[in-house]
């Protein structure tokens, strides 16, 4: 699974929003915003769906690729997901571009040098993760019926 720099908890406090409340282009006020428009209130904030890294169960998942910008209030959300996911068993690779803004991924490469870095570094991830033989799947079998002996 891609994750780029991922929204996975509801705790506004963290580092990266700390250090980042004025940053652009997403800064904390706009964070705050979201969420006041995403959730009905404050009891929403506790579901595992919104915080993902304090309340979901995460055993048992794929692998996780993620990927977070340096200048981004969600780079701690990124990085405190790839903790929970390794607590919980799951295979997680993990990169922090320094330098960069949220949105940085989806730049031109020609004109900023991370993005283009980070695209090939996700773009390696899942070209691997494609490139395993795909699960062998059984159907099921209808169920026998017995055969009438006569």
Not at 19 to 28: D, G, I, S, T, V
Not at 91 to 96: C, F, G, L, S
């Amino acid at each position: 699974m891609g994750l780029i720099y991922p929204v996975a908890g509801t705790d506004m406090t963290t580092p990266s929003y700390r250090e980042n409340a004025m940053a652009k282009p997403l800064n904390a006020a706009m964070m705050r915003w979201f969420v006041e428009k995403y959730t009905s209130g404050p009891a929403e904030l506790q579901d595992p769906r919104l915080n993902v890294y304090g309340r979901a169960e995460l055993r048992g998942l794929p692998k996780a690729v993620i990927v977070t910008a340096e200048i981004d209030p969600l780079r701690s959300d990124g990085m405190m997901l790839a903790d929970k996911l390794r607590a919980a068993g799951v295979q997680v690779v993990a990169q922090d571009y320094p330098g960069v803004t949220h949105e940085f991924f989806g730049a031109d490469p020609q004109l900023l040098a991370r993005a283009g870095e980070a695209q090939r570094f996700m773009a390696g991830e899942l070209r691997s993760a494609f490139a395993l033989p795909a699960p062998t799947i059984v159907p099921p079998q209808p169920p026998r019926r017995p055969v009438p002996r006569g």
